[in-house]
């Protein structure tokens, strides 16, 4: 499986940014997540979508203010973010976890492809 992130970019706080991920190969009945890694941090768990979208996860850091989604029809998962904060930015990542049909995880362990990372900057 191949993940390509797209849609970083510089934005002011307040603003918004959609991230996509579209994956080829086999995704079926994996749950997909977002990640990001600030400079000199650790990746942490962003949010991350069930295979049906039913059931989602987010940390707390980005609750109400990230929306997570997924298209199956086209490989994709999409995280819309809203009321950037300077604290967001951040390389984010995609991946797809490693068990089939296992619900949605934060720990990054649970997850073995992943895309290439995509910048967001938020300024103050």
């Known amino acids: 499986v191949q993940l390509q992130a797209s849609g970083g970019g510089l934005v002011q706080a307040g603003g918004s940014l959609r991230l996509s991920c579209a994956a080829s190969?086999?995704?079926?009945?994996?749950?997909m997540g977002w990640f990001r890694q600030a400079p000199g941090k650790e990746r942490e768990f962003v949010a991350a979508?069930?295979?049906?979208?039913?059931?989602?996860y987010y940390a707390d850091s980005v609750k109400g203010r990230f929306t997570i989604s997924r298209d199956n029809a086209k490989n994709s998962v999409y995280l819309q973010m809203n009321s950037l904060k300077p604290e967001d930015t951040a390389v984010y990542y995609c991946a797809t976890s490693r068990r089939p049909w296992a619900p949605p995880d934060p720990n990054p362990n649970e997850y073995d492809y992943w895309g290439q990372g995509t910048q967001v900057t938020v300024s103050s």
């Open positions: 190969g086999p995704t079926l009945g994996r749950s």
């Open positions: 979508i069930s295979w049906s979208g039913s059931s989602t």
